[in-house]
């Protein structure tokens, strides 16, 4: 087997994450052990995390997106959409949604690693609940291929 295609590193030296052409993502922490290992439908593409590095958003080129625990390792959200759809993902700085932008579609989940993900509702938002989560005047649309952002997936 060859080496990852792709390899993100956490803010605060939280962890690592790489990626290979199988699908296959392996977290570690940050004294390099193994905390986790899952298959995505594609190859990792980008991964956008957390302001302390305590969660990350992992995109795959097959148009999903998983929300996984850097601390613990373990895959709590997934995110589907058409392939090639997923344009942009942030993590809020407070640490409490992930926000999805697709197409003309934007998704919110919570970031609660203790909620089963069957409880979570996924779903797009309207330009209230934006204003309300991001301060945005509406929901993003997608005008320069980016949402709003502080710089590392975080949104303003």
């Not at 609940?129 to 301060?135: C, F, H, L, V």
Request: aromatic residues 8%; charged residues 20%.
């Amino acid at each position: 087997p060859g080496g990852p295609s792709y390899v993100a590193v956490a803010p605060e030296d939280n962890g690592l994450i790489f990626g290979y052409p199988d699908g296959i993502v392996l977290i570690f922490d940050r004294g390099m052990e193994r905390i986790g290992r899952f298959r995505l439908s594609g190859t990792m593409y980008s991964a956008v995390f957390s302001k302390h590095g305590d969660f990350a958003a992992i995109m795959s080129c097959t148009g999903g997106v998983r929300l996984v625990d850097m601390k613990e390792g373990h895959q709590f959200a997934d995110v589907r959409a058409d392939m090639g759809t997923i344009a942009n993902v942030a993590l809020t700085e407070d640490d409490r949604w992930m926000l999805v932008e697709g197409g003309s579609h934007a998704w919110i989940v919570p970031i609660d690693p203790y909620t089963p993900l069957c409880l979570r509702a996924v779903r797009s938002l309207s330009d209230e609940e934006w204003k309300a989560i991001g301060g945005l005047a509406s929901a993003p649309t997608l005008c320069d291929g980016r949402f709003g952002t502080t710089g590392a997936g975080q949104v303003r």
